[in-house]
């Protein structure tokens, strides 16, 4: 029998030989699970709610702000999120600037109830919205067929987002080197150039946390624009009550349900936010903010201050802890995969 030689081998069988080799030099040992990182969010959350609450509300904006609509931007992705799964199925990777330089996406078997169950919005809210994404010549469909213009690229593409995220990581990753469960030492322009070397594989990751991270909030509250602005809200008590978490690298970080406690309490200041500073920073009309505004307060979610302001109550805003705790588990499945990414690469 002549001696094997992986020159001699088919296609698909060196394909595979190097795949096992690639995974043989992995040290699993160096790689975290959800669960560490999940506690780790959970137990140092003094040190994080700031830049989350921050990574998120500057999300949400670029979710209104591309088509003053945020169900269009969800449908987009949405979209976008299915093409990128097929990348990861067929083991495709594209880098930021090679899936950018693409005229078009298609998506093949578009289905309108897909979209309705991913989105949990009736089918013809789904319907119209497609339309209007139509006429604006964002997408076009032909059968089962859609295909994304490159013009929706401008409305899309994460420029500012990846540097939140990247930030973020790094962030969490300072706090796993620390606790010992994550031995390797990061910066966050290591983490931008992973991000957009692997970028579909990563943003597919991105949108299948985001995605159902968001339109929880939307079950909980009824719709996109009252979590937008009870957001908003929220990040303004966090930024007030800021000087009473501890920030100081020499005492121990606050957990995830004592920060809530000093937020529901805003402790140090009684300092709200108005209507008109809500439309400034979120550009939704002031009419709308005052309308959602009003069901919030019906709802015990904020209430109004003496100086006409909103803050967060302590009520209804505690039937939100335990469910704010389930959704970032998607964050940290998100996170735990970037960070086992960079390990590897």
Known sequence: MGHFSVDMCPIWVSYLFFK??????????????????YESIMGNYSDLSKDWISHQWNWMNNVYWSFN???????????IEKTLQFYDQMQIQYSYEEYYSKSYLQIEKFSITELCEKLDLPKETIRRKVLELEKDGVISRSKKKIII??????FVKPINQIKFSSKYIYLVSRILNKEKVYNKKLDQKMIENVIKNKFTLCWRWFYRMQIPLVIGYHKFMGDLSTFHIWGTVCMN?????????????????LNYFTVNNVLLKNLGTDI????????DMTQIPRATIIRKC??????????????????LTTMNFRKIL???TEIFKYKAKFIRKILNLLVIS
């Open 237 to 253: 008590q966090v930024l007030n009550v800021a000087k009473q978490l501890n920030t100081d690298e020499d005492k121990p970080s």
């Open 20 to 37: 096992f080799m690639s995974l043989q030099e992995v040290d699993f040992s160096k790689t975290l699970n959800d669960n560490q990182v």
């Open 294 to 311: 009003k069901y919030l307060i019906k709802e015990d979610l904020i209430k109004m201050n003496e100086k006409k302001q909103y803050i």
């Open 69 to 79: 609509d945020h169900y269009k931007y969800m449908i987009v992705i949405s979209l």
């Open 149 to 154: 213009d490159r013009k929706a690229f401008e």
């Open 272 to 279: 709200g936010i108005s209507a008109m500073s809500i439309s």
């Open 322 to 324: 335990p469910y704010q």
